[in-house]
């Protein structure tokens, strides 16, 4: 495996870190680079990676574990539970599954573990004094019910068609598109409620939870106040405004979802015999929960850049934010 020395003074801060300064994707870069451009969207699309897994993930829940449009055309118990359900069973399967195998099991104890500390037990910063506790209690209580709700009205909208609304037979080029198009607009969404998160008096009452936990896990991701899990998953007015299909609000919901449980995982990878074989956690998101005051963005889109507050892992970086950001 590749050494962690690094030209940033990360060793005593970080267990480990990315021996590279953290990049954001190159689609909003000038002048434009349509090499570094496709080596992302390979990187990204064409191989294993979240964005796939999610992609995967959705197409499966909608062929197979979807109720008809038809069904949905009236709120009834049985669609709606089985929703519920099937949404409880993928969060379980997800961030339980990491977890079991990175924290419970510790499957690779802690090669590509950015934080040095493991999840806090007898912690009163925790409710249950227990930060896995704590994390499962806001991701199961709040945003798996929000994330549900949200589901379940929109897909009542499409089977009475009060959505704009097209179909693969229908527009097959935008259909997939919409793919791309998604995750940049959720990005410009995030960056911006989460700097409004930051202003003092909503930190203190609602997005001081997520912050807790500074050192984290894939159950952290959705370990929300429910006014912020309500907030983040808003990313969806997105169908309201642009025609598009249940698919992709599937898609919407389940790449809000699973992005974060998985970017929260605490690791950048899944190692299988000394090899990396898969990108998980986010350095760029990680520095975040350590500093606060960077960072507020995803790497899609450099609103970060823009306004002031990316940090990408160097030394003296959270010097030149606190000099340089705007707003
Ligand atoms: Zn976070
Ligand atoms: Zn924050």
Redesign the pocket.
């Known amino acids: 495996m590749e050494s962690n020395k690094t030209n940033f003074k990360k060793k005593s801060v970080w267990n480990w870190a990315p021996n590279r300064p953290v990049e954001n994707s190159p689609l909003f870069e000038w002048p434009i680079s349509f090499v570094k451009i496709i080596s992302w969207i390979k990187l990204n699309y064409f191989s294993l990676s979240i964005r796939i897994f999610v992609i995967l993930m959705a197409l499966i829940t909608w062929l197979l574990a979807t109720p008809s449009l038809w069904s949905c055309k009236e709120f009834a118990v049985s669609w709606m539970a089985w929703i519920y359900c099937r949404n409880l069973i993928l969060i379980f399967l997800v961030a339980g599954g990491l977890h079991f195998f990175l924290y419970t099991f510790r499957g690779q104890g802690d090669k590509l573990k950015f934080d040095h500390r493991w999840m806090a037990e007898e912690s009163k910063l925790f409710s249950f004094k227990n930060q896995v506790f704590d994390n499962m209690y806001w991701t199961l209580v709040y945003a798996v019910s929000f994330w549900t709700a949200f589901e379940i009205i929109f897909l009542w909208s499409y089977a009475n068609n009060l959505l704009p609304r097209i179909t693969w037979s229908s527009n097959p080029i935008w259909f997939v598109a919409l793919l791309f198009v998604i995750p940049i607009w959720h990005s410009m969404h995030f960056y911006w409620t989460?700097r409004a998160?930051?202003y003092k008096p909503l930190y203190d009452r609602v997005?001081s939870v997520?912050?807790r936990n500074i050192s984290i896990g894939p159950w952290s991701g959705l370990s929300m106040h429910p006014v912020e899990s309500f907030i983040y998953l808003t990313s969806i007015v997105f169908h309201l405004l642009i025609a598009t299909s249940p698919f992709h609000l599937i898609f919407h919901l389940q790449f809000l979802v699973f992005n974060a449980v998985i970017a929260h995982s605490g690791f950048e990878g899944i190692v299988l015999k000394d090899k990396k074989i898969v990108d998980v956690g986010r350095f760029h998101h990680q520095l975040?929960h350590r500093f606060?005051e960077c960072n507020?963005g995803n790497a899609e889109m450099p609103w970060d850049r823009w306004f002031g507050t990316f940090n990408d892992g160097s030394d003296g970086a959270m010097k030149d934010i606190r000099k340089n950001r705007i707003l």
Do not use: A, E, G
Request: hydrophobic share 20%.
């Open positions: 989460h998160l930051h997005h997520h912050h975040h606060f507020y």
